[in-house]
């Protein structure tokens, strides 16, 4: 009889991650695959499943504007404890550090289901920051008892804690996503086809994270305002998260520049191959620091550290935090000194080989029996 492996997730995000792995996971025999979304994110959850064609078998739609943490928390286990007694999974698979994440492992726990933490391993070791994310990705490190460790320094972290059992070094699935979307010419956006690119460097910005909310988001807007004045052949393009808090600030802060575009949210493809355009990335998110390496695109990152060192590492990748002041030289640094930018603008792939998707399916397979041996170690 197949094995019933379920597949939660409810932000953009986690949706991208998990895409390539819910299509590999439908083409495995032995594996009876299906997708419960929490809608922790509503529009921008649906338009990755649309890129990706995946259909959810359960949709929770939890999510309201403005929601607070408990809110998220308390709809996802309350909603997954009713799908999970319908749908008995053998194995319940989580990603990342979202609270849906957090929630669904808990959850799976409550039921005992077994859960796998896809994108496991990643630390700070600061429990405010990233804040909630670092606290989840810990927690979550507790309640699976597989882990998806995209890098061998993940998997380090995690054996620390004293987690070794069910560990399997996969690369990061984000990599495998990319071979979906980064490919191609042209933008299906409006708001990017009107845009003139021509003769122009593009920074593509990302900044949403809740422990940037307030002062530090105002620094971080402040520096890239002061960035587009300085350098009018820059064309900075921020899709802005729907978050209403940080369409506040971004509104309040950046409107009225002209180099500044502040447009919608983009559909996964059309990011990627804005990314793939760009001079620069500034951003705050998790995901973008793995993509925007594997691009060539040097990052400076909009955070006081980092989850993911690899990149900083191999040198593609910049830590500038919050700093009004640091940001803007760091960046006046990349775009007049060619010398810099091109120490930073190589492309590297510490995170994954496009194969995480296929590693996870047999090391599932593996943990099941269906298979004898374990998949090889990722490295890169
Ligand atoms: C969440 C994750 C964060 C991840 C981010 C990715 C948590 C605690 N945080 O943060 O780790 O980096 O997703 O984007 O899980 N909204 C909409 N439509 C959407 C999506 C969001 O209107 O499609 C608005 C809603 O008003 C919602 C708000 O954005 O209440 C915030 O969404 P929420 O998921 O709570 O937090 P994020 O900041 O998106
Ligand atoms: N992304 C997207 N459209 C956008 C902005 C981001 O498709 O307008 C993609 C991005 O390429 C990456 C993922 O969303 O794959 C990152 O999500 P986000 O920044 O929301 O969250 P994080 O990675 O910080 O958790």
Redo the contacts with the bound molecule.
């Keep these: 009889m197949a094995i019933k492996v379920m597949s939660v997730f409810g932000t953009?995000?986690e949706a991208?991650k998990m895409a390539p792995l819910v299509l590999e996971l439908s083409r495995r025999g032995g594996i009876e695959s299906s997708v419960c979304v929490t809608a922790q994110h509503r529009e921008m959850l649906d338009g990755v499943l649309g890129v990706f064609g995946i259909r959810p078998d359960y949709d929770l739609n939890i999510m309201k504007s403005g929601q607070t943490l408990a809110d998220i928390t308390s709809r996802v286990l309350e909603g997954l404890s009713g799908v999970f007694a319908q749908a008995r999974p053998d194995l319940v698979l989580v990603h990342g550090d979202t609270t849906t994440t957090f929630a669904a492992a808990l959850a799976a726990f409550y039921a005992k289901i077994n859960c796998g933490h896809v994108e496991a391993g990643l630390r700070t070791h600061d429990r405010w920051s990233p804040y909630p994310e670092e606290m989840n990705r810990q927690l979550v490190g507790r309640l699976a008892s597989m882990h998806f460790a995209p890098t061998a320094h993940n998997a380090e972290n995690l054996a620390r804690e004293g987690i070794t059992k069910g560990v399997f070094v996969t690369g990061n699935t984000?990599i495998d996503a990319l071979e979906y979307t980064a490919h191609g010419e042209g933008f299906e956006s409006p708001e990017l086809n009107a845009l003139d690119f021509s003769g122009r460097r593009v920074i593509t910005l990302?900044c949403?994270?809740r422990e940037n909310y307030g002062a530090p988001m105002e620094h971080i807007f402040a520096a890239v305002r002061r960035t587009a004045i300085e350098n009018p052949d820059v064309l900075v393009v921020y899709?802005v998260?729907m978050s209403p808090v940080v369409r506040g600030a971004a509104h309040k802060c950046l409107d009225g520049v002209q180099n500044i575009a502040l447009i919608e949210?983009?559909?996964?493809v059309d990011?990627?191959r804005l990314m793939a355009r760009s001079y620069i990335v500034m951003t705050d998110?998790?995901?973008?620091q793995e993509?925007a390496p594997a691009l060539g695109k040097p990052v400076l990152v909009l955070r006081g550290e980092t989850e993911r060192p690899e990149a900083v590492e191999a040198g593609t990748v910049e830590i500038a935090g919050t700093s009004e002041e640091k940001i803007v030289s760091l960046a006046r640094e990349l775009l007049c000194n060619r010398a810099v930018y091109e120490r930073m603008a190589h492309a590297v792939n510490p995170y994954g080989d496009g194969q995480a998707s296929r590693r996870i399916a047999d090391a599932i397979e593996y943990a099941f029996k269906l298979r004898g041996e374990a998949p090889e170690a990722f490295s890169p």
């Excluded at 949210?265 to 996964?268: D, G, I, M, T, V």
């Excluded at 998110?285 to 973008?288: K, N, T, Y």
């Design positions: 953009r995000p991208i984000v990302t949403h994270r899709p998260h949210p983009l559909s996964a990011m990627h998110s998790g995901g973008l993509e």
